[in-house]
């Protein structure tokens, strides 16, 4: 496997569910990322890990729970979400998070339909 | 409020013409600037950047322009290929805080035969 992996691809839940996104990166990053994006809305970041420190939190409900035991994984646990939660969630990483020129890699992103 | 404005949601171009994709921005402070594309059912890759000190870029057949005055940058791609029908994302970020992308909703463009 090389590159950015996230499973499941696809998700449907129900409002009472738990259910965890995984991300895992073959890239020797430092830093790793969670994104929504909405329909017809820009990415939007959710979190920011590196060296599996939490560094940005964007204002996120509690209800999305990120986890990052190490530098190649990552976890987005959800519970109690709201419909208004479906939509495509997307991890990148990057080497580290302090130049501009860190080019962030994303991997496939998850579907995620919340009924 | 929308930091990154791609105006245009589609554009369609023929095989071998030059495409024009645009993006405006209204924060000042963004001084590096990201296109990424993307192809469905995966992640958008890293097309091309550029820093506020320059005003072009170009790498093969893309080159972004910066014009910093109107908060406005774009992709040129040419000759435009096939292969290039894809959703294209703007991308802004400010030096300390490289990591906070903040993203454009896309242009998505097809390159007919």
């Known amino acids: 496997e090389t590159g950015v992996t996230q499973t499941p691809r696809h998700l449907v839940m129900g409002m009472t569910n738990k259910k965890s996104l995984k991300c895992e990166q073959h890239?020797?990053?430092?830093?790793m990322y969670w994104y929504k994006q909405s329909a017809k809305k820009p990415l939007e970041l959710m979190f920011v890990?590196?060296?599996?420190?939490?560094?940005e939190n964007n204002s996120v409900p509690s209800r999305f729970s990120p986890e990052c035991p190490n530098s190649s994984h990552l976890f987005l646990h959800l519970h109690t979400l709201q419909p208004e939660d479906s939509a495509l969630y997307l991890c990148?990483?990057?080497?580290?998070?302090?130049?501009?020129?860190?080019?962030?890699?994303f991997g496939p992103g998850t579907r995620l339909t919340v009924l | 409020d929308q930091q990154v404005k791609q105006n245009s949601p589609s554009l369609s171009v023929q095989e071998g013409r030059i495409s024009i994709l645009n993006c405006d921005y209204t924060?000042?402070?963004?001084?590096?600037f990201l296109w990424y594309k993307k192809y469905p059912a995966e992640g958008p890759t890293f097309l091309i950047s550029?820093?506020?000190?320059?005003d072009k870029n170009e790498d093969g057949r893309f080159t972004v322009f910066l014009n910093k005055s109107a908060k406005h940058l774009s992709l040129h791609i040419v000759p435009s290929q096939p292969g290039d029908s894809a959703v294209y994302f703007c991308a802004a970020s400010i030096t300390g805080t490289a990591s906070k992308l903040t993203f454009g909703t896309g242009t998505r463009l097809q390159v007919m035969l």
């Open positions: 890990y590196n060296f599996k420190e939490q560094t």
């Open positions: 924060n000042s402070m963004f001084d590096y």
């Open positions: 550029i820093s506020s000190i320059k």
């Open positions: 890239l020797g990053h430092n830093a």
């Open positions: 990148a990483s990057s080497q580290n998070t302090g130049a501009a020129a860190d080019t962030q890699y």
